[in-house]
């Protein structure tokens, strides 16, 4: 990707190159699933609440049947977390119409009203070896059904664990085919405090993606139970890796400062756990506002990343007052598109 600019100097000025941090595009290897405990958990488990709540977001226009499925949704056998013996029951339910869409935080805790809305669908899930590791088609419903934004539909379902300590790993998909996942065009799934098992290996990493309004400099990134994992922020132009990872049953929170150009933008939260060692953690983000961010779901699964390398030659054009920069023979190792964002330095930029 070539990027050249005729620069008339008529200041002295400074040149930074910000080169894109390469967000994993299209190499995903697989999701990292959610993970809610039973109510008798300790909270040391990673969740710091045993319940989540996630938003379904769908076009307005979207006229075909949808179908909210589960993987593994009940609670034992190979992908559920064992504290003893199984006896754990986990719920999920499903609400449209006047649903609550304005999340809040007590005591680090997901207080999104839940019961509000039109209940659409229901189940208790206990063991089942019939659930097992399997995909089931937990509703059926309608975009005309949920609560009406703009141009969208809004769904909200809510998971709680009951009775028991055992942790309930799954995942979620909203397919227009009850028999696989085949998403809707402009189908988003994002959840304010959600509880995730990162994934095992140190070449591999959750990423968590959110966006950031325009003219919000400041935001503050909450983690709980990372057991010191790694955990770096980053933005299409760097990455930080200075956010703490919060130690066992206890929450940390980390200040970032974003410049004008990440504003706007898509950010993310990374995750790295040790290697051959699973890990359960609940984040959330608020922005200067003090209002939360979604966090869009799944967390993916990304491969280790390499930094771009930059090469940067000017050129002095014969009339003594322009110059060429060019930056079209920086490498990444990864072969990721990049995204070059020039400052010079006289509060004027660009890219």
Same mark, same amino acid.
């Given at each position: 990707?070539?990027?050249?600019?005729? /620069?008339?100097?008529?200041?002295?000025?400074?040149?930074?190159?910000?080169? %894109?941090?390469?967000?994993?595009?299209?190499?995903?290897?697989?999701?990292?699933?959610?993970?809610?405990?039973?109510?008798?958990?300790?909270?040391?488990?990673?969740?710091?609440?045993?319940?989540?709540?996630?938003? =379904?977001?769908?076009?307005?226009?979207?006229?075909? !049947?949808?179908? /909210?499925? /589960?993987?593994?949704?009940?609670?034992?056998?190979?992908?559920?977390?064992?504290?003893?013996?199984?006896?754990?029951?986990?719920?999920?339910?499903?609400? $449209? %119409?006047?649903?609550?869409?304005? !999340?809040? =935080?007590?005591?680090?805790?997901?207080?999104?009203?839940?019961?509000?809305?039109?209940?659409?669908?229901?189940?208790?899930?206990?063991? +089942?070896?019939?659930?097992?590791?399997?995909?089931?088609?937990?509703?059926?419903?309608?975009?005309?059904?949920?609560?009406?934004?703009?141009?969208?539909?809004?769904?909200?379902?809510?998971?709680?664990?009951?009775?028991?300590?055992?942790?309930?790993?799954?995942?979620?998909?909203?397919?227009?085919?009850?028999?696989?996942?085949?998403?809707?065009?402009?189908?988003?799934?994002?959840?304010?405090?959600?509880?995730?098992?990162? !994934? &095992?290996? #140190?070449?591999? *990493?959750?990423?968590?993606?959110?966006?950031?309004?325009? $003219?919000?400099?400041?935001?503050?990134?909450?983690? *709980? +139970?990372?057991?010191?994992? #790694?955990?770096?922020?980053?933005? !299409? *132009?760097?990455?930080?890796?200075?956010?703490?990872?919060? %130690?066992?049953?206890?929450?940390?929170?980390? &200040?970032?400062?974003?410049?004008?150009?990440? &504003?706007?933008?898509?950010?993310?939260?990374?995750?790295?756990?040790?290697?051959? #060692? *699973?890990?359960?953690?609940?984040?959330?983000?608020?922005?200067? +506002?003090?209002? /939360?961010?979604?966090?869009?779901?799944?967390?993916?699964?990304?491969?280790?990343?390499?930094?771009?390398?930059?090469?940067?030659?000017?050129? =002095?054009?014969? @009339?003594?007052?322009?110059?060429?920069?060019?930056?079209?023979?920086?490498?990444?190792? +990864?072969? @990721?598109?990049?995204?070059?964002?020039?400052?010079?330095?006289?509060?004027?930029? #660009?890219?």
């Amino acid at each position: 990707m070539s990027k050249k600019f005729k /620069l008339f100097l008529g200041y002295g000025f400074a040149l930074a190159l910000l080169l %894109g941090s390469g967000f994993a595009q299209a190499r995903q290897f697989d999701n990292a699933l959610l993970v809610t405990f039973g109510r008798d958990a300790s909270i040391e488990e990673g969740d710091s609440d045993h319940g989540q709540v996630i938003f =379904i977001r769908v076009p307005e226009s979207e006229q075909r !049947p949808l179908h /909210l499925r /589960l993987f593994d949704p009940d609670v034992g056998g190979a992908f559920d977390e064992l504290l003893g013996e199984w006896n754990t029951t986990t719920r999920f339910r499903l609400y $449209g %119409g006047a649903i609550n869409i304005e !999340p809040r =935080i007590e005591r680090h805790k997901d207080e999104v009203i839940i019961e509000n809305g039109e209940l659409l669908a229901e189940a208790i899930y206990g063991e +089942d070896p019939l659930l097992d590791g399997q995909w089931s088609n937990f509703a059926t419903f309608r975009a005309e059904q949920g609560l009406l934004q703009g141009k969208e539909r809004l769904f909200k379902l809510v998971v709680e664990g009951m009775a028991g300590d055992d942790g309930n790993v799954f995942d979620l998909a909203v397919s227009l085919d009850p028999r696989r996942n085949i998403p809707p065009p402009g189908l988003l799934l994002y959840s304010y405090v959600p509880t995730v098992h990162v !994934p &095992q290996g #140190s070449k591999r *990493f959750a990423e968590a993606r959110f966006f950031v309004p325009d $003219g919000m400099s400041r935001i503050h990134i909450h983690n *709980f +139970d990372m057991d010191y994992a #790694s955990v770096w922020f980053e933005t !299409p *132009f760097r990455r930080l890796g200075s956010v703490h990872s919060s %130690g066992r049953g206890v929450w940390v929170v980390d &200040q970032v400062e974003l410049a004008p150009w990440e &504003q706007g933008t898509e950010n993310a939260i990374s995750i790295a756990t040790l290697a051959h #060692s *699973f890990n359960d953690a609940t984040f959330y983000v608020k922005g200067g +506002d003090d209002k /939360l961010l979604p966090l869009q779901l799944p967390f993916r699964i990304m491969p280790e990343n390499n930094r771009p390398q930059p090469k940067i030659t000017t050129t =002095i054009l014969k @009339d003594c007052r322009t110059v060429v920069y060019d930056a079209s023979a920086t490498t990444d190792a +990864d072969d @990721d598109d990049l995204t070059f964002h020039w400052t010079f330095g006289d509060e004027t930029a #660009s890219g």
